[in-house]
């Protein structure tokens, strides 16, 4: 079992609909991620939260947005999002500068499908 | 611009056989090196990663060769089994302020019985 928990597992949405994925990690780790996975593709970060500090990627559209209530617990509300949006999305946590264990931790992963 | 390069895009073993996939990168900055194995609607799940001050790292079946020189690294799975098809990603960071991770673009590896 991953030690980094998504929900839902599976998501179907309108165009118009507001919707959010959640991320859990009990690791105490320091750094949160978003990533979104194309089919056959890696996946391609979206933002990272570090010490609950925000970093985006400036290509993702504002449609997407983050959240971080606190250092255990990430979301991403979907605000009128597009049939290309959907994918395979990811959330991953890992620590910040333990160099003893810099990989990541994903989840299994939110299969979102834009109607 | 892809950070790390990735090859092949698809193989396919026997089992038994020895899989070897490669990665490239370019930044000298990059100083930890993790592969990720990905099944069908699962999350990337780490498997074996290296930091460059050893050339090979070995775990189980699994061992990635690092040439520091080259700016190479690869991944060979010892003893190919159907269990281990999936698709493998090569990734490189640095130690900066929230670790990201540049992924290759993937190999798909099927090993037949």
């Known amino acids: 079992d991953t030690e980094v928990t998504q929900t839902p597992k599976h998501l179907v949405m309108g165009m118009t609909n507001k919707k959010s994925l959640k991320c859990e990690q009990h690791?105490?780790?320091?750094?949160m991620y978003w990533y979104k996975q194309k089919a056959k593709k890696p996946p391609e970060l979206m933002f990272v939260y570090s010490y609950e500090k925000l970093s985006i990627n400036e290509s993702v559209p504002s449609r997407f947005s983050p959240e971080c209530p606190n250092s255990s617990l990430l979301n991403l509300h979907l605000h009128a999002l597009q049939p290309e949006d959907s994918a395979l999305y990811l959330c991953?946590?890992?620590?910040?500068?333990?160099?003893?264990?810099?990989?990541?931790?994903f989840g299994s992963g939110t299969r979102l499908t834009v109607v | 611009q892809q950070q790390v390069k990735q090859s092949p895009q698809s193989l396919i073993v026997q089992k038994g056989g020895i899989s070897i996939i490669n990665c490239a990168y370019e930044?000298?900055?990059?100083?930890?090196f993790p592969w990720y194995q990905q099944f069908p609607g699962k999350g990337p799940a780490l498997l074996i990663a290296?930091?460059?001050?050893?050339s090979e790292k070995k775990e189980g079946r699994f061992t990635i060769s690092f040439n520091k020189s080259a700016k190479q690294f690869s991944l060979h799975i010892m003893d190919s089994q159907p269990g281990d098809s999936a698709t493998y990603f090569c990734a490189a960071s640095s130690d900066g302020a929230g670790n990201q991770f540049y992924f290759g673009t993937g190999t798909s590896l099927t090993v037949i019985p």
């Open positions: 930044n000298t900055a990059f100083d930890y």
């Open positions: 290296i930091r460059p001050d050893v």
């Open positions: 991953a946590s890992s620590q910040v500068r333990d160099r003893q264990g810099d990989g990541y931790t």
């Open positions: 690791m105490g780790h320091r750094a």
